[in-house]
């Protein structure tokens, strides 16, 4: 599927409604789902369809509850599309990581900006440029000087947030449909405890202990998260911070561009350093491709349809009265 979140390649900068800054009417559909890596630390979100979830809250639901499941459908699939995108940079960073010395090439390191960045914005909200969506009302709560998301961890998890502006409190109506306890354990601790494992070893703080323990049946002891990478290499998240890269052929995305799957990563790795318009070409022939496959898929479903219907009715026609 093609993007559903602003895209600042082909679009002028979304509009502000409701709220928050978004595309015309988005809200009123979750972003597209797509599959999460292999790796076993995102087998718990698997199971979780946003799309299914919300067509069943806004079953019978009345038009002030209607508008604000729209609201919480749209922010549960941006968090959810936000950490999906960075689970394909983080596999494949992990896999280049393995691959290289102590000594890292210009490109892994533009490519490590990115991803330190990426997984702090899906944690605090703060937005780096004016492709990022905005909430106002989140801005109200905190100050950055470019804003908030609203759609971040901290959001859900209401770290920092005053009292009214609580995510718990501001989907009320939501809540009465569906329990924020099972909201937690279905989606919110699941989302937490990925982000956890993926940046910071297991063991290091009771609450990463907690959330694995929470939302999965294995311990994942061994896997390997974005700090012991970098201390391998003798380096630090600060250290990478402290680079103060700036990625200008990445300027013209979102910190986190919704749909970037590992071809998108791959590609992108060797020519992250050249021109902002050669890493947009590459990225809008992949997007090309991808739309092209669904259009056939969705073609040969139609088709199929269509050949069940006829051999339905010339069944029937054969039937006796």
């Given at each position: ?131 990022d969506q905005r909430d106002p009302s989140v801005d ?50 699941p989302i937490s405890g990925i982000c956890l494992t ?124």
């Amino acid at each position: 599927m093609l993007l559903c979140y602003p895209s600042p390649i082909f679009n002028s900068p979304p509009s502000t409604t409701a709220g928050i800054t978004m595309d015309v009417d988005i809200m009123r559909r979750p972003i597209p789902w797509t599959s999460f890596p292999k790796d076993n630390i995102f087998d718990p979100v698997r199971k979780f369809d946003p799309d299914q979830t919300c067509e069943s809250l806004k079953r019978g639901a009345s038009k002030e509850a209607f508008d604000q499941i729209c609201n919480f459908c749209f922010r549960v699939s941006a968090l959810l599309r936000h950490v999906n995108t960075l689970s394909w940079l983080y596999v494949l960073w992990l896999e280049k990581m393995d691959a290289t010395g102590k000594t890292l090439s210009e490109e892994d390191k533009s490519m490590t900006t990115i991803l330190i960045r990426m997984h702090a914005h899906i944690d605090t909200g703060k937005r780096n440029n004016t492709y990022d969506q905005r909430d106002p009302s989140v801005d109200a709560t905190r100050v950055h000087e470019l804003g908030f998301t609203g759609v971040s961890l901290d959001d859900f998890r209401c770290v920092n947030r005053a009292k009214k502006s609580t995510f718990k409190s501001k989907f009320k109506l939501v809540f009465e449909k569906w329990k924020y306890r099972n909201f937690e354990d279905t989606f919110l601790n699941p989302i937490s405890g990925i982000c956890l494992t993926m940046y910071q070893s297991k063991i290091a703080f009771p609450f990463s202990l907690l959330a694995l323990i929470l939302v999965t049946d294995t311990f994942f002891v061994s896997h390997t998260d974005i700090t012991a990478k970098l201390r391998e290499k003798g380096l630090s998240v600060k250290q990478v911070e402290d680079w103060n890269i700036n990625v200008k052929s990445f300027a013209p995305f979102p910190t986190v561009p919704l749909q970037f799957d590992d071809k998108v990563w791959k590609a992108l790795w060797p020519i992250i350093n050249k021109t902002p318009l050669e890493v947009r070409q590459v990225v809008a022939k992949l997007q090309n491709e991808r739309k092209e496959k669904e259009m056939k898929k969705k073609d040969e479903e139609n088709w199929r349809h269509q050949q069940e219907e006829t051999e339905r009715l010339e069944d029937q026609k054969k039937s006796p009265a």
